[in-house]
């Protein structure tokens, strides 16, 4: 198989749905013409609890109670991984429909590559989209920034 990274830069910004659905309406011409041969996904890292805690400004602009968070102040939360791995599956669907990976793949090497920075909601992120990416492989190649 030919060497391919996927890259997961997971504080950077959501791709857009309307890209993915454009490449399936291209033409046959326009495919047996050009050939896919890397993928990359820049994501943002899915639903975090609020960054500030205890007596933040938004906690004071209401009388009524806030949502009680899964996590942390700045950390993703439960939900966020649970979305975060059905975007991994939903790509995951997509690299093997338009046969860049077979199903079931296990990567072998450096073929795919998660970038993640050291705080916990990117990290998470990274983990649970290659979660649902890559749901069977062993072990997936994450890479900190070694903060």
């Known amino acids: 198989m ?5 890259w997961m830069l997971a504080a950077i910004l959501i791709i857009s749905g309307t890209g993915l659905q454009a490449q ?3 033409s046959d011409d326009f495919r047996a ?8 996904v820049m994501s943002r890292h899915n639903i975090r609890s609020p960054l500030s805690s205890g007596g933040a400004a938004y906690q004071r602009v209401t009388p009524h109670e806030w949502f009680k968070w899964s996590s942390p102040g700045s950390q993703l939360s439960l939900r966020g991984g649970v979305l975060e791995t059905e ?20 990567p072998a090497g ?4 998660f970038y993640a920075n050291s705080r916990q909601r990117t990290f998470a992120t990274a983990k649970y989209f290659s ?17």
């Not at 975007?87 to 793949?105: C, E, H, S, T």
């Not at 749901?135 to 920034?145: Q, R, W, Y």
Request: proline residues 4%; contains cysteine.
């Open 33 to 40: 013409r050009y050939e896919l041969k890397e993928v990359v």
């Open 24 to 26: 399936t309406k291209r």
């Open 131 to 147: 979660a649902g990416f890559l749901p069977f492989a062993n072990e997936c190649n994450a890479v900190g920034d070694g903060q």
């Open 110 to 113: 450096d073929e795919v590559l």
């Open 2 to 6: 030919k060497q391919m990274k996927l």
């Open 87 to 106: 975007m991994g599956q939903f790509f995951r669907k997509w690299v093997v429909d338009a046969g860049l990976l077979p199903d079931n793949y296990r």
